[in-house]
């Protein structure tokens, strides 16, 4: 078994705060502001020296109906059920209040163990809220200041105790002790593997990113809805994809920049753009009613300059009529509006519905397996004696460059460089002349590759030297002279 530790509160207790120190990691967002936390994100610590799952979860608020906040609250209280222990929160300075009372409730009735911690205690202000938090009935409180690390000592040495206690237990048991579990859900056991293929889902507000990454999970692990901007943290989750184990960013939807004005919305778009740079693969989801607006094609066009494999996924179309004639013009649109993406993967979908996750996952698997290819240098080669053939290099001043060889220096993405003379002079038509060529002989469409030209590697040393005239060269070489032989 894995220990799991939710973190419960209100809003604005300083959950994620005390989250970001146990992970030893800035992962979860901060702000000053209440209810920035939606979703329930998981990080691991290491407590009693044993790998632990951490989860910061939402404020939890009186809501029961299908409102936003009625299910961030069934997505928390689902949390306490699932977690080994709970460590409960509330405000030193501002005391106990009602909803503090009401989260106590549902922890008496759901929690396994509860660590009753009152944060924000530097200073005076919070003793008299320490002294009411006796009344929760959770025993003694724990002091702590999440914000500066005070009391996070103590409260280690409490979590370490809890640890062992269900490691010994699991063991009187004969329970699996396998540290590397993270979850499940209904396709079975779900791994943590030791290089799962890193899978960012990108794309506008209210495309269906979140939906689609409960639809590939089997599961309602993540907050999603009709209204826009649900998504606010970028939210990893491990998760085996028939056979394929991977690990799933989930990211708030990226507006123009001219209209994210509000502070914490430019977080959650960092957050996602972070989540990018460390993917190896990127579904952008468009929405099939209004696909590749000129938001959808920055954020493709984004993860292409990152060197990203890239998957274009056109979400809802259970809502699309006449799908055949619409997909052959969306995929002439693609191939006209992102050229550099030429050929990447076009996938028809509906994660409400749950069609098309088959054709998504061959296509990931087909994009990273391009962004990881390598091609032999005398293949290169002579791809490039065909490719000057058909298309000799340009030659400006009459001089012209010539393209010497090739070899490819690294993978994800493919890069390669070309030997060549005067690289300065080759114009992009060429380059571009080149990358396509090169993408479609060795079949790799969609992948970005870098094509680097580079000149001469050295310099010749006599080459500005004036030539000696034929007598001074006699005389130089004349048996006798100083400096004859």
């Not at 003694?140 to 979590?159: F, K, N, T, V, Y």
């Not at 179309?317 to 006209?336: C, H, I, P």
Request: proline fraction near 5%; include cysteine.
């Amino acid at each position: 078994m894995t220990f799991k530790l939710a973190i419960v509160g209100r809003p604005n207790v300083g959950k994620s705060t005390l989250f970001n120190r146990l992970v030893g990691k800035r992962l979860a967002l901060v702000d000053d502001q209440p209810g920035v936390t939606r979703d329930m994100r998981e990080g691991e610590a290491r407590l009693a020296g044993v790998h632990c799952t951490v989860m910061d979860t939402a404020g939890l608020e009186e809501a029961h109906d299908e409102s936003l906040q009625g299910r961030m609250r069934r997505l928390t209280e689902r949390a306490i059920s699932t977690a080994d222990a709970c460590l409960f929160m509330i405000d030193a300075r501002a005391g106990v209040l009602p909803d503090d009372v009401a989260l106590a409730n549902v922890l008496r009735r759901k929690a396994a163990a509860v660590i009753l911690v009152a944060n924000k205690s530097e200073g005076r202000a919070g003793e008299a809220g320490l002294l009411e938090a006796y009344s929760l009935g959770f025993g003694d409180p724990l002091p702590l200041s999440a914000e500066h690390g005070e009391g996070i000592h103590e409260l280690r040495s409490q979590l370490e105790q809890l640890v062992r206690k269900a490691e010994q237990d699991a063991s009187m048991l004969g329970t699996e002790t396998d540290s590397d579990v993270v979850g499940s859900n209904d396709r079975g056991r779900v791994l943590a593997p030791e290089f799962p293929l890193k899978v960012a889902v990108v794309g506008r507000p209210n495309a269906g990113k979140s939906t689609l990454v409960n639809r590939l999970l089997g599961e309602d692990r993540l907050l999603s809805g009709p209204e826009a901007g649900i998504t606010r943290d970028a939210i990893s989750v491990f998760f085996d994809w028939d056979g394929l184990p991977v690990r799933v960013f989930d990211t708030a939807g990226m507006r123009k920049k001219a209209r994210v004005q509000d502070k914490l919305e430019r977080l959650s778009v960092g957050d996602g753009l972070r989540a990018i740079k460390f993917a190896e693969a990127v579904i952008v989801v468009l929405d099939a009613a209004i696909p590749f607006e000129q938001q959808d094609l920055r954020i493709a066009d984004l993860a292409e300059r990152e060197g990203r494999a890239v998957v274009v996924a056109v979400n809802k179309w259970d809502q699309v009529k006449q799908g055949q004639a619409r997909f052959g013009e969306l995929t002439e649109k693609f191939e006209r509006l992102l050229p550099q993406l030429r050929g990447a993967p076009l996938v028809a979908v509906s994660a409400s519905k749950g069609s098309g996750m088959d054709r998504l996952r061959d296509a990931v698997v087909r994009a990273y397996e391009v962004w990881n290819r390598r091609v032999g240098t005398a293949e290169l080669n002579r791809w490039l004696v065909e490719a000057i053939a058909a298309h000799p290099p340009p030659a400006p001043g009459g001089r012209r460059v010539k393209l010497r060889y090739i070899t490819q220096a690294r993978t994800r993405p493919p890069g390669f460089v070309v030997m060549c003379s005067y690289p300065q002079r080759l114009n992009e038509s060429y380059k571009r002349y080149l990358i396509n060529a090169l993408r479609e002989h060795f079949d790799m469409p969609g992948t970005p590759v870098r094509l680097t030209f580079r000149g001469q590697g050295h310099k010749n040393p006599y080459r500005d030297r004036k030539k000696p005239s034929p007598s001074r060269l006699r005389k130089h070489l004349e048996p006798g002279s100083s400096s004859g032989t």
